[in-house]
């Protein structure tokens, strides 16, 4: 039974930071090859970030050099830290496991003065 569980989000003012966390329970393998999403109100969830089997990372455009992906496979926790977040940020963050297709349920990162 694969898990992914997202926490981390909230309210921040522009040009702050948050640190979101994907835990996930199941077998190793699904920590492997996970990327995090964002979805706008209205709007198809967009790929923002994804870190491979062999570490390596992409970045959508809109967040690179802004946003890092992280994993602790001790921990089975996938982690984006953001940083310099902007009102353009606000959406909910998702995560996902694309060796078994299984999302998290979301988190709200809301970002206003």
């Known amino acids: 039974q694969v898990q992914l569980v997202e926490s981390g989000g909230g309210l921040v003012q522009p040009g702050g930071s948050l640190k979101l966390s994907c835990t996930i329970s199941?077998?190793?393998?699904?920590?492997?090859?996970v990327g995090w999403h964002r979805q706008f109100p209205g709007k198809q969830r967009e790929l923002i970030a994804r870190?491979?089997?062999?570490?390596?990372?992409y970045y959508r455009d809109s967040v690179r050099g802004r946003f890092t992906i992280s994993r602790d496979n001790a921990k089975k926790i996938v982690y984006l830290q953001m940083n310099n977040l902007n009102s353009a940020d606000t959406a909910v963050y998702y995560c996902r496991s694309f060796e078994s297709g299984d999302w998290g349920q979301g988190t709200q990162v809301t970002v206003s003065s």
């Open positions: 870190i491979f089997r062999d570490a390596r990372t």
């Open positions: 199941g077998p190793i393998s699904t920590l492997y090859d």
